[in-house]
């Protein structure tokens, strides 16, 4: 993959081997991934706080008539807590050189992860130059093992976004994205009748404010005393200080009722928007070109392995399952035995080091005893 700029951030491309299988998305089967050479490799980001920029060309083909299928494996080892993992597919005009946030890219897919807000999974399609993000939310794995990610975009404009091959979101794209608009719009032309009531409670008129519960917010405290090196003259003339009034109860308010004449959400009437033209083409993109890793990390470590690019959703799944899945338990299995045996480090090193204290202490009781009675000895011979 030919690097960017990437703000000086080194990606280590580890065991990964990029390979090109044939034409791309043509009658035979093709796919763009990373081979692994040994038991596990993959692509990983080495410095903290640093820009990524990495991206591999391949053959231009159109996805024109066919399903896409991108898919790679992403792996939060350092248990990421603000970093992309995304990864986008761009043209073939792309200036690889220069690859940076800024360059336009057709599809951006991935976890995204930063802070306890933002755990999720970015799909934004490029149309017509303007990137367009999915409007259901996708949460994105935020555990340290190794995940797999799926985008299926299909010639009848629905997609599906599967994470560990199962599916996480599914739908239309002109539904979810906004792609175009709407088809439906309200007529303008009519308005709500004026008695219609959509307040669903209402002021209790039988609620009287009581006569005791103006209070002003803020009173002086008669307890306070002129501080005796007050000068009236330096300090201008004295009063008492003012503090919160324990009866003050804020502004009064109606208790709520509910509205006996409430008729619901006014119904505005439909018609078709005169300004929606259908596009039955916003899934496909020509000159696909490129794959890519545009990534901003606060912690590094994220490990990139197993690209795919197909137009055959049943081999990525069967890709999926022997990449990902024959290692996703020997992972979780290691993770476990990494885990005690770490537990057992500590437990040794915290046995030690009671241990030492304990010797420590017992010497020192020791010195002490043997003090008292060199002491003691000494007070025998001045007697």
């Known amino acids: 993959m ?12 580890g065991l990964g081997m990029l390979l090109l299988l044939g034409a791309l998305l043509g009658a035979a089967q093709a796919a763009v991934y990373f ?23 391949f053959k231009p083909f159109s996805n024109k008539g ?26 073939s005009d792309l200036d690889q050189k220069n690859l940076s946030g800024d360059s336009r890219y057709y599809i951006m897919f991935g976890p995204d992860i930063c802070g306890s807000e933002t755990k999720k999974v970015h799909v934004i399609l490029n149309y017509k130059n303007k990137p367009h993000p999915i409007k259901k939310p996708i949460r994105c794995k935020v555990d340290g093992y190794t995940h797999l990610y799926t985008l299926i975009i299909r010639p009848d404009q629905t997609y599906k976004v ?26 303008p032309a009519v308005k709500k009748p004026h008695d219609w009531d959509d307040r669903i409670q209402i002021d209790d008129p039988n609620d009287i404010k009581p006569e005791d519960w103006d209070e002003p917010e803020y009173i002086m405290d008669t307890s306070a005393e002129k501080p005796e090196d007050w000068n009236d003259s330096v300090n201008g003339k004295w009063s008492y200080p003012m503090i919160k009034n324990p009866l003050y109860r804020g502004e009064w308010q109606p208790r709520q009722i509910d509205n006996p004449n409430y008729r619901g959400v006014w119904p505005h009437p439909k018609i078709d928007n005169p300004n929606y033209s259908p596009d039955y083409n916003i899934y496909s993109f020509e000159n696909i070109s490129i794959i890519g890793l545009d990534i901003w990390q606060v912690r590094a470590g994220t490990i990139f ?19 990902w899945g024959e290692t996703k338990d020997p992972e979780k299995e ?13 437990r040794v090193i915290e046995e030690k080091y009671f241990e030492q ?16 009675v060199m002491r003691s000895s000494i007070k025998k011979e001045e007697l």
């Open 2 to 13: 030919a690097a960017g700029p990437g703000g000086g951030g080194a990606l280590r491309q």
């Open 35 to 57: 081979q692994e050479q040994f038991l596990d490799g993959g692509l990983q980001t080495s410095e903290n706080s640093k820009f990524y920029a990495i991206s591999s060309r």
């Open 66 to 91: 066919k399903t896409l299928v991108i898919q790679y494996t992403v792996k939060h080892e350092q248990k990421i807590d603000c970093g992309g993992g995304y990864i986008k597919i761009f043209s």
């Open 162 to 187: 599967k994470i560990d091959n199962e599916v996480a979101a599914s739908g239309n794209l002109e539904d979810d994205l906004d792609f175009l608009p709407p088809r439906k719009i309200n007529d």
């Open 305 to 323: 392995d197993n690209f795919l690019i197909t137009d055959d959703e049943d081999y990525a799944e069967d890709f999926g399952d022997e990449t």
């Open 334 to 346: 290691m993770n476990i035995r990494q885990t005690e045996e770490e537990q057992e480090r500590e």
């Open 357 to 372: 204290r304990f010797k420590k202490k017992i010497k020192e009781k020791r010195k002490s005893q043997r003090d008292r």
